[in-house]
């Protein structure tokens, strides 16, 4: 883990060579006045005052510019206990949607195919900013989807198309469900409401506050989802605020929280959710999409020595900004880091950018791998050991007797293994742990014990494995 004061440096050199007339000015400025008349040091004295308001630029950009993209997560970043929501509460705010047809009829859309078209062809520059738009088309994949539409009272049909998906609802895709707006009079015409696939997906929670006060669930329900919108309508005048990941009836008009309280009694019923839709790796475009390659992960041995570790973080909120990376949107987030020695979970706030691939898998986990530096006071999202465990990239451990086990996704064991590793200083690089190798060998006892405790999947691999 970098010290700010590092990477400040760094920095500071860069800016020092991008602006390296300023320091020039400064110094022949200086020479000119000490070499100079009283009666000529007007000239080299302007020198000196120029370069220094430069010079005093570079610093004052280098820190500002630092401040701004550190990765690093300190105490400083806590946020109010306004944020002391349930683990398992998640609230994203997507770009607003541009409805597709007005007057449309909401349908299901199965994604039976997704293929990545293109990414990021015409990008020139690490960072890009595009004004107050938070949803531009260049930093959105093109996906070629096809999709299988099911109208409200029609026959389904089927509809190959490349769209541009938004980063945030990227999720929607790999979950295969996306939210259709039919044209009235033309069935085959339709548009995709992106927002609203994401909740669809799972990825964004949704629940139902009925008017006697009842919390009831209905994230993985397509079918009460949707019976929701159509009942607020696809315009935007019939839109409902979500507080958080929550609708309170009670603040609804009485006319509508009437309606949808049919769905708080529903709900609360426990009726199943519909079966997955089949055909996983037909969708699979996130081994396409920009991030960090998922691997156990290397160690240092100085951070590890004075007591840095790993622990479990979670994403609370995820804010769009008008900042874009590469490899994927800057968001204003909100996460819960997990401490190791089991006390209160810390909220952070914080911006940072998130990878393509780790979006796209937001309806599976919203759990990130937490790099704690050895004061307990800074922490970092460790991206490459995160990907891993989120399941972005496939992850195989190989026992002593050469047998093959498969733990991609498998979130929990994937972090005991990787904590392990960190406390006996044992680097990893890649996704695959041989326990054969002699560096693992001195945990390949307790290694073996987590494995034992998770179903073996090394029959069935869904990624082919080097």
Not at 3 to 9: D, E, K, P
Not at 279 to 291: K, M, N, S
Not at 433 to 459: E, W
Request: glycine share 10%; with cysteine.
């Amino acid at each position: 883990m970098q010290s700010f004061a590092r990477t400040f440096v760094g920095n500071l050199v860069l800016f020092t060579v991008l602006g390296v007339a300023g320091p020039i000015l400064l110094v022949c400025g200086a020479l000119g006045v000490t070499d100079a008349d009283e009666s000529e040091r007007g000239v080299p004295l302007a020198f000196v005052i120029v370069g220094l308001g430069f010079t005093l630029t570079i610093a004052v950009g280098a820190f500002l510019f630092t401040r701004k993209h550190y990765r690093v997560i300190t105490d400083r970043n806590r946020v109010s206990t306004a944020y002391q929501w349930d683990d398992d509460t998640f609230a994203m705010w997507t770009p607003r949607a541009r409805i597709p047809i007005q007057g449309g009829r909401l349908a299901t859309a199965e994604v039976r195919e997704a293929t990545l078209v293109s990414y990021g062809d015409d990008w020139e520059a690490t960072y890009q900013s595009y004004g107050g738009d938070l949803d531009p088309d260049e930093p959105k994949p093109r996906i070629r989807l096809r999709l299988r539409v099911h109208p409200d009272g029609g026959e389904p049909f089927e509809s190959t198309h490349t769209w541009r998906v938004p980063s945030l609802c990227l999720a929607a895709v790999t979950a295969g469900r996306l939210v259709a707006v039919v044209h009235p009079e033309i069935p085959e015409e339709f548009g995709i409401d992106w927002p609203r696939s994401a909740l669809l997906s799972g990825a964004r929670t949704c629940r139902l506050r009925g008017l006697d006060g009842r919390h009831v669930e209905l994230t993985g329900r397509p079918d009460l989802l949707l019976e929701l919108w159509r009942i607020t309508g696809t315009g935007t005048g019939g839109r409902i605020t979500m507080d958080g990941d929550t609708i309170d009836l009670r603040r609804v008009d009485p006319a509508v929280a009437t309606q949808l309280q049919s769905l708080v009694e529903r709900a609360a019923g426990g009726w199943p959710a519909p079966e997955p839709v089949p055909d996983g790796q037909a969708r699979w475009v996130v081994d396409r999409l920009p991030g960090e390659k998922g691997e156990f992960g290397g160690v240092d041995r100085r951070w590890a020595r004075h007591g840095g570790h790993l622990v479990r973080g979670r994403f609370l909120e995820l804010r769009g900004t008008t900042t874009f990376q590469y490899a994927g949107p800057v968001l204003e987030t909100v996460l819960r880091v997990f401490p190791a020695d089991g006390t209160s979970p810390i909220d952070l706030g914080k911006k940072l950018t998130v990878p393509m691939t780790y979006l796209a898998l937001l309806h599976r986990t919203k759990q990130f791998v937490v790099r704690v530096g050895p004061d307990r006071r800074s922490y970092e999202i460790d991206w490459e050991r995160t990907t891993l465990a989120a399941g972005v990239s496939p992850a195989v451990v190989i026992g002593p007797d050469g047998r093959r086990f498969d733990l991609t996704g498998r979130f929990d064991a994937l972090l005991a293994i990787m904590r392990l590793l960190v406390a006996n200083r044992v680097s990893v690089s890649g996704n695959v742990l041989d326990l054969r190798d002699r560096r693992p060998s001195a945990v390949a006892a307790q290694v073996m014990d987590v494995v034992r405790a998770c179903r073996d999947r090394s029959s069935h691999l869904d990624f082919p494995v080097p």
